[in-house]
């Protein structure tokens, strides 16, 4: 999967929504949460969402996405690489090392990891790239902020790092305004020829993810079942296919 076009996932933890109408009509890839399937597991369960991945038969591609709490995610650990004991450092491997396992998997496209566990070279990030690189899977760089809107500098910066550590920068942000919302997508446009993809979480920001890819962002991400939405202000899957279409 390249990104040099505009790429609709549908976001979800089951695998079984590709097969759906709904998805197999308006998507262009399955965006799957490994970190909620393997939170929901049992204790002694070995990566459930890995077994998943390879006995998945769908039609369309998959974004493996094993997110880790402190990036808004359920896998642990719930603080970032500067914070991290042994301990924490030890579950940052293992969610890693899945999402290695997830790269090798015929089916996976593109495996999502945080870029401040890039930035940092955290343990298993080292794995996630090489199997990527072995499989011809993309490596989405993933950047979010739960709490504001950066300056539309420091937004490049982040998106400028994302693309020195991946293939793809993806940035999530929090709008309290409208100006927040024309900020990003003013970023937006001025990377409109690299493959980056923006949005601005919130109610306020929720228009973004319909303009966005009219400015240049490569990837949106909207749940089959609007009561499933895994970021705040995100459009069900028909409804922001529909917005898309229209505005592009």
Not at 1 to 19: G, I, K, N, Q, R
Not at 114 to 120: C, F, P, Q, T, V
Not at 139 to 154: C, K, L, M, N
Not at 214 to 237: C, F, H, M, N, W
């Amino acid at each position: 999967m390249d990104f040099e076009s505009f790429v609709l996932c549908a976001a979800t933890d089951d695998l079984a929504d590709a097969a759906s109408a709904v998805a197999r009509e308006h998507a262009d890839a399955i965006e799957y949460r490994m970190d909620a399937v393997d939170a929901a597991a049992d204790a002694g369960a070995v990566s459930p969402s890995v077994t998943a991945l390879a006995e998945y038969d769908g039609d369309l591609p998959v974004v493996a996405t094993n997110r880790a709490a402190w990036e808004g995610g359920e896998a642990a650990p719930d603080v970032p690489p500067s914070e991290q004991d042994a301990v924490d450092e030890t579950r940052a491997r293992n969610r890693l090392e899945s999402l290695a396992a997830a790269a090798s998997v015929d089916a996976v496209a593109a495996v999502d990891v945080e870029l401040a566990s890039l930035a940092a070279g955290s343990p298993g990030v080292d794995t996630v790239l090489a199997e990527a690189r072995a499989n011809d899977v993309a490596v989405i760089a993933s950047s979010h902020d739960f709490e504001r809107t950066p300056s539309r500098a420091a937004m490049r910066e982040t998106l400028a790092t994302g693309l020195e550590h991946a293939d793809v920068a993806k940035l999530a942000v929090t709008a309290e305004s409208t100006r927040d919302a024309l900020d990003v997508l003013a970023v937006t446009s001025e990377l409109a020829d690299e493959p980056v993809a923006t949005m601005a979480m919130g109610a306020v920001g929720r228009h973004t993810r319909a303009v966005a890819p009219v400015y240049g962002s490569k990837i949106g991400y909207a749940p089959v079942d609007p009561e499933r939405a895994t970021a705040p202000g995100q459009y069900d899957l028909a409804t922001l296919a529909g917005l898309v279409a229209d505005l592009r």
